[in-house]
């Protein structure tokens, strides 16, 4: 019997997971714990709250406290209270919990292994499975975390970003991140 394409995305992500349980320090902080921490790390400051990591990786508001808890006991992210709201509070990452980040995406072999399907490639797998990722998403009715510069609320107002759907100027840097409010265009 031929592998099946979920065989292929299994054993990557069994690969990816074994990588991380070789490096010493990664392979004593749950999995889960490792997913929140590189969220937090590519989304926006729409998306850098509790409910934002919650809805990411789909899990209870239970479980995704709990393990923001061991992060911050691990000074590997930090509270923010929002500005405007006081309600709100941003979970952002600190130095050392970017360093892990770059631990967890520093894995050689995988980035070696992309580089050489050669560059027209690589684009043509990425896009395959961001189409891929869409439709499961709208399939299970779930949010998109789209980059904010691809998302329809995206606008320009005096030639500096700005979210139609907030009503608010964005950051330019944020525009490269992901956004728990993104809608694709069209």
Not at 6 to 28: G, T
Not at 100 to 108: E, I, P, S, T, Y
Request: negative net charge; aromatic residues 6%; glycine residues 4%.
């Amino acid at each position: 019997m031929a592998l099946s394409f979920f065989d292929y995305v299994e054993r990557i992500n069994s690969l990816l997971r074994s990588w991380q349980r070789d490096d010493a320090e990664l392979s004593m902080v749950p999995a889960v714990q490792l997913s929140a921490l590189r969220y937090l790390s590519i989304c926006n400051h729409y998306s850098d709250t509790v409910m934002g990591v919650t809805d990411y990786l789909g899990l209870t508001k239970g479980t995704v406290s709990q393990s923001l808890k061991a992060l911050e006991e691990r000074q590997w992210i930090y509270k923010e209270p929002d500005l405007q709201d006081k309600r709100i509070v941003h979970l952002k990452p600190t130095a050392a919990g970017l360093a892990v980040v770059q631990q967890l995406v520093a894995v050689q072999v995988l980035q070696q292994a992309v580089q050489q399907l050669g560059p027209e490639l690589e684009q043509q797998l990425t896009d395959a499975l961001h189409q891929l990722l869409s439709h499961v998403q709208q399939q299970e009715q779930r949010k998109s975390f789209g980059v904010c510069k691809s998302c329809r609320f995206h606008q320009q107002q005096d030639g500096l970003p700005f979210c139609g759907l907030t009503q608010q100027p964005l950051p330019v840097t944020s525009t490269e991140l992901i956004c728990r409010e993104h809608q694709d265009t069209a």
